[in-house]
């Protein structure tokens, strides 16, 4: 996950004045200057992070001693109010035309993700709003990009529309769009061009597909791994091209997240949304305030929330909840759930947004083992159909020939059913409003 070492750094900024009682301005002088170091060193643009500590120097060092939050307290607040005006303040949507067809038009160098966002954003919209779009592929220097964007309209079930690579881009954005005037397609997505460093031809191009198809959007591509370049980059595109937002991708892995955080208060334009990872599920709206939640290491529980919504289907929770109650829950709903908890991706990452998890020593230490799940996976699905249904039926014989179909020992073979039982009743008392037995220790 992005902003890891940021995280580590400003928690550790700020913890120091945890202990005081009294905040003195030499004491937020000194959080101030880790502060900047961390934000420097996480590759943040420098007028960002001068204009950054000098409005929170400046409301930290007169804080008032209030009744219901503590000096430190306040700071931290201040912190998180300042990055988060930093990020954009407000959650800014896609705009959308009053008539259809929205028109969204990518820019960006090559490789920073557009054709990728292109699936993704269209998946995202087909899935909440029902949209039906059209995709255009304008990236005519790469034969590649057009089949990339054929491939990901098949796996989206979205049409596109490509006129191969001897066709003008501005040519085929024009037949493109007269297509979807025909098919009455609610949204179009104009997949462009990329170079590998700004050049003319190229903006001169993206601004001849910009005045013909007139877009809603015309959204930046950058790729976040790039750090200061990506805001070098999005400063030319907006000069030329006045891009109405911007997505940054590969906000994955152990991307600094300079990018992000500099972007906006740059270029003045918003940062819509980001992606996070190569499958098409990989994509997040860009709202400030969680953003710096999550940065400052206080959790993002909204995030997780529609994460687990997105991932999981309604219908199926309910079905999943009268089983859980009935003690009905088999090995083919243990498969289905695992399959859906891994699609959420890392463990790790998750458990990060819920509050206060993200200092939490050993942390890093959970990470499910993707041989794991697959010998578990092997071992149910060398049960036969019955016995998938009616976990009761795995005797001992029953269990030696599971272990040998499944290449393990009986012993792991135990030790799987032994913890799927286990989980079943601990399910089974949680629907029914009861904390198992040793929970309620936990939270008491
Ligand atoms: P384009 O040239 O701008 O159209 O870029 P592509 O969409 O072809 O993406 C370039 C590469 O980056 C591909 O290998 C993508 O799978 C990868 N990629 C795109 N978005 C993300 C992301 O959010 N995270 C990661 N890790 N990889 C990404």
């Known amino acids: 996950m992005a902003f890891e070492s940021l995280t580590d ?4 900024a700020m913890s120091k004045l945890r202990r005081k009682g ?46 219901s939050l503590s000096p430190a307290q306040q700071i931290v607040k201040i912190v998180d109010e300042e990055l988060t005006a930093t990020l954009g303040t407000e959650t800014v949507p896609l705009n959308k035309s009053p008539k259809i067809p929205t028109i969204i038009m990518m820019s960006g160098l090559q490789g920073a993700g557009k054709t990728t966002i292109v699936g993704k954003l269209a998946k995202h919209l087909m899935k909440t709003e029902n949209a039906r779009p059209l995709l255009i592929a304008g990236d005519v220097y790469r ?14 079930d979205a049409p596109v529309f490509d006129m191969g690579t001897d066709v003008s881009p501005v040519e085929i ?40 198809a007139n877009p809603d959007e015309t959204l930046l591509v950058v790729d976040g791994m790039t750090g ?47 992606g996070t990872g ?11 305030d969680r953003m710096s939640s999550r940065i400052l290491g206080m959790g993002d529980m909204l995030t997780l ?22 003690n009905t829950f088999d090995f083919n709903d243990f498969i289905e759930q695992l399959d859906q908890v891994m699609g959420m991706g890392p463990i790790e990452d998750l458990l990060k947004m819920i509050p206060g998890m993200s200092n939490m020593p050993g942390l890093d230490q959970i990470k499910v083992d993707p041989k794991d799940v697959a010998r578990k996976k092997a071992i149910v699905f060398s049960m036969t159909p019955e016995e998938r249904e009616n976990p009761g039926l795995l005797n001992p014989s029953r269990r030696r020939r599971i272990a040998a179909g499944s290449g393990n020992q009986v012993v792991e073979v135990n030790r799987m059913i032994k913890q799927f039982n286990e989980s079943r009743k601990m399910m089974q008392q949680m629907s029914n409003g009861k904390m198992p037995a040793g929970m309620d220790q936990m939270f008491g």
Request: no cysteine; net charge negative; aromatic share 4%.
């Open 9 to 12: 750094r400003l928690q550790g």
């Open 22 to 67: 009294k905040v003195s301005e030499a004491d937020v002088k000194e959080m101030m200057r880790e502060i900047r170091l961390a934000l420097l060193e996480a590759d943040v643009n420098f007028k960002v992070v001068k204009d950054f500590t000098k409005r929170v120097s400046d409301r930290a060092v007169g804080v008032e001693v209030l009744e």
């Open 143 to 156: 034969p590649a990009a057009i089949e990339q964007l054929k491939v990901l309209g098949q796996q989206i």
């Open 173 to 212: 954005v024009r037949q493109g769009l007269a297509q979807a005037a025909e098919n009455k397609n609610d949204y179009v997505f104009i997949d462009t061009a990329g170079r590998l460093h700004i050049d003319e031809a190229l903006m001169d191009e993206l601004k001849q597909i910009k005045e013909l």
């Open 228 to 274: 200061q370049d990506a805001v070098t980059v999005a400063e030319s595109f907006n000069e030329q091209l006045d891009i109405s937002g911007v997505i940054v991708t590969k906000l994955d892995g152990d991307t600094r997240g300079g990018a992000a955080l500099s972007i906006r208060a740059v270029t003045g334009k918003p940062i819509k949304f980001v």
């Open 278 to 288: 190569e499958k098409l599920t990989d994509l997040e709206v860009f709202h400030p």
């Open 305 to 326: 929330i529609e994460k687990a919504e997105a991932e999981f289907d309604e219908k199926k929770a309910t079905e999943l909840a009268t089983k859980m109650k009935e």
